[in-house]
């Protein structure tokens, strides 16, 4: 489970870029314009910013503790967090690809497909690759600092049971925007309720 502290509730949004999609926002559910890490925000069509309800039309999911559940489709698993308001903001999925050595053609294969749906990653090692997406916060004094809110990490490595494809994206501006919606009630009483 992710904890932030409230203050990450402002984003400074940069200009439109070639990664940008639609986030839902939380104060109107309108949609607007915000960068992505990544050209797709779904790992096999679970998808960033989906409610409960619509992930559970794609697979069983079981309760794990808090916002997180976990589930299979088809021979993936999945490990999912979702912000307090029912949107899901961590996907995290394992897949077990069988027994064989990863070699050159296997990695051109996966890098080709990835930067296909994802993008160019802004990193990459022979195991892994990765996303990221850097935008300033604003803390409670109103000072930016920069924070990854968005990224995807792609592992593939050799095991006992075989090469299993690991992949986690998260995106936070979801959970902050919720987070700070949630607290906007309490935050007007309580500043109602100061005195001295």
């Known amino acids: ?16 870029s070639p990664r940008s999609s639609s986030l839902p926002n939380a104060d109107n559910g309108r949609n607007a314009k915000v960068i992505s890490a990544t050209l797709a925000r779904d790992i096999d069509g679970v998808a960033l910013g989906a409610s409960i309800g619509s992930v559970r039309k794609m697979m069983t999911l079981t309760s794990i503790g808090g916002e997180q559940f976990q589930g299979r489709m088809a021979s993936v698993d999945f490990d999912l967090e979702f912000t307090p308001l029912g949107r899901l903001f961590r996907i995290s999925s394992k897949q077990n690809l069988g027994q064989f050595e990863i070699d050159k053609d296997f990695n051109q294969t996966l890098n080709r497909r990835l930067a296909t749906k994802y993008g160019v990653p802004r990193g990459a090692s022979i ?9 300033d916060v604003e803390d409670a004094d109103g000072k930016q600092h920069p924070f990854v809110v968005n990224w995807l990490n792609v592992d ?41």
């Open 156 to 196: 593939a490595s050799r095991g006992y049971d075989g090469v299993e494809l690991t992949m986690t994206m998260i995106d936070f501006r979801y959970l902050m925007a919720d987070r700070a919606r949630l607290n906007h009630k309490p935050r007007n009483q309580a500043e109602g309720n100061i005195s001295f």
């Open 1 to 16: 489970m992710f904890f932030l502290p409230l203050l990450l509730a402002t984003i400074s949004q940069a200009p439109a």
């Open 127 to 135: 195991d892994t690759r990765y996303w990221k997406l850097i935008q």
